[in-house]
């Protein structure tokens, strides 16, 4: 196993369009989390899943984004209709819930222009 | 809603001084993390610590945690330019249900040589 996969790692659009990513987290670990970071900022929390559940959105996030996780493997983000401040560096990470520490692994992530 | 603070944001030093990063969170959490990040890079795991009184060291890095203080450190000693990078700390509080992971802004280490 490689780590967590991100892509695309980068991602061009106009305003208005809709974006996704898509995140491959470690095969044995069942959290996923989403990030978003934009320059000089710490990672802000999105949404994080437990196997194909989502346990929990950011109240701070709008309609527009949306995050799911059918199988419990992989995971994508979608944004709709972007805006110019949704231009950002999207993070994904994954853990193991069960006996371990909690430690998240991080991907390369995707970073979003949107123009 | 738990915060977590860190300072300072911004710490220029010089190779082989000591120094020491302080990272505050607002209410009770279970485990505290440190992250490095390097520019334009992802982040990388540090250390984990999850009791009260914890310390753990790797190389020129040392991490302790006071549960009671809410307060944990990330020291670093004699340090040397490799060390150059964003370091973060992140709280979550799994023993109330609460497992998402909170980040503080970041201190931007700058290690001149």
């Known amino acids: 196993d490689t780590g967590v996969s991100q892509n695309p790692r980068h991602k061009i659009t106009k305003r208005g369009q809709n974006v996704t990513f898509r995140c491959d987290p470690i095969?044995?670990?069942?959290?996923l989390y989403w990030y978003r970071q934009t320059l000089g900022q710490g990672p802000e929390f999105l949404t994080y899943?437990?196997?194909?559940?989502?346990?929990?959105k950011s109240r701070l996030l709008s309609d527009r984004f949306s995050a799911e996780r059918p199988k419990g493997s992989f995971s994508t983000l979608e944004i709709q209709r972007t805006e110019q401040g949704d231009s950002a560096m999207y993070l994904c990470?994954?853990?193991?819930?069960?006996?371990?520490?909690?430690?998240?692994?991080f991907g390369e992530g995707s970073r979003l222009t949107v123009l | 809603e738990l915060k977590v603070e860190q300072n300072p944001l911004f710490l220029s030093m010089q190779e082989g001084k000591n120094y020491t990063i302080y990272c505050n969170y607002s209410?009770?959490?279970?485990?505290l993390y440190w992250y490095r990040q390097d520019p334009g890079k992802s982040l990388e795991s540090l250390f984990v610590?999850?009791?009260?009184?914890a310390v753990k060291q790797e190389g020129r890095l040392m991490a302790s945690l006071d549960t009671k203080a809410r307060l944990s450190t990330l020291h670093i000693t004699a340090a040397v330019h490799d060390l150059s990078a964003t370091y973060f700390c992140a709280v979550d509080r799994p023993s109330v249900g609460d497992d998402k992971i909170i980040f503080g802004k970041g201190t931007r280490l700058h290690i001149l040589p």
């Open positions: 899943f437990q196997n194909e559940a989502q346990l929990e």
């Open positions: 990470a994954s853990s193991i819930r069960t006996g371990g520490t909690g430690e998240l692994f």
């Open positions: 610590l999850l009791s009260n009184g």
């Open positions: 209410t009770t959490s279970d485990r």
């Open positions: 095969s044995e670990h069942n959290r």
